[in-house]
């Protein structure tokens, strides 16, 4: 069986940066490979500094459940370091693209 490479792009599109007391730091809508929107992923402070956060929503148990779920270590990683570089970068410019081949 022949393994294909996939190409997964992530792009930032808009970022909501928050100031204050509380946690959260930015909201903000990603598109991969030019064919899904996500919004809503979240940039939260904790305690061991700047993380992401997938979109959620609260269950009938009271429990929160991701709604996106990145299927593989890789993407999840490279989505994170895609969304906290466009966060980090402060000025509100965005990389227009990034790419990671799996």
């Not at 599109?13 to 992923?41: H, M, P, Q, T, W």
């Not at 061991?48 to 990683?77: A, C, T």
């Not at 994170?80 to 790419?99: C, F, I, M, P, T």
Request: glycine share 8%; with cysteine; net charge negative.
């Amino acid at each position: 069986m022949e393994t294909q490479e996939k190409r997964v792009e992530v792009s930032v599109k808009r970022i909501n940066r928050f100031e204050g007391e509380g946690s959260l730091r930015a909201f903000c809508d990603v598109v991969i490979s030019d064919a899904i929107l996500i919004k809503g992923i979240r940039v939260v402070e904790g305690k061991k500094g700047l993380f992401v956060s997938m979109p959620r929503e609260e269950g009938k148990d009271g429990q929160w459940y991701d709604n996106v779920i990145p299927l593989s270590k890789e993407v999840r990683q490279h989505l994170s370091e895609v969304v906290l570089a466009a966060y980090q970068s402060g000025d509100g410019s965005l990389k227009e693209r990034e790419v990671v081949e799996l």
